[in-house]
């Protein structure tokens, strides 16, 4: 991919689905207007439509925004749909997407928790 993502500040998802055939200024003044965030901050946002196979990035570079669009040939993403909202993830959570998982995994019980008497 072009982007490290894993060296971006904030990774951004937005749950729902979005009208993907929105620009950069579209996608831009959606974050800033319905969910008051900075676009100009070290954050990158991602959008999906009405089809799990498919995504949007946005990201402010310093000097330009970057929009990348990418359509899954085989599989599809586990996007969140219950709310339209904004939710910050994890890097491990933005790998677990693009894998095809739910960014939202079951905790691991640590050994020896569970069970202790």
């Known amino acids: 991919m072009l982007l490290d993502f894993t060296k971006v500040k904030n990774l951004y998802i937005v749950t729902g689905k979005t009208d993907l055939r929105r620009g950069i200024d579209g996608l831009a003044s959606l974050i800033q207007q319905e969910y008051e965030l900075d676009v100009y901050s070290d954050a990158l946002f991602l959008f999906c439509g009405n089809r799990c196979d498919r995504f949007k ?6 000097d ?3 929009l ?3 359509r899954i ?3 599809r993403l586990k996007w969140p749909r219950k709310k339209e909202e904004v939710r910050q993830l994890t890097s491990q ?3 677990w997407l ?5 960014i ?3 905790r691991a019980i640590k050994p020896g928790k569970r069970g202790q008497f």
């Open 98 to 102: 693009f894998e095809g998982l739910d």
């Open 93 to 95: 959570q933005i790998r």
């Open 68 to 70: 990348c669009y990418k």
């Open 104 to 106: 939202d995994q079951p």
């Open 73 to 75: 040939q085989d599989g």
């Open 64 to 66: 330009g925004f970057l």
């Open 57 to 62: 990035i946005l990201y402010w570079d310093g």
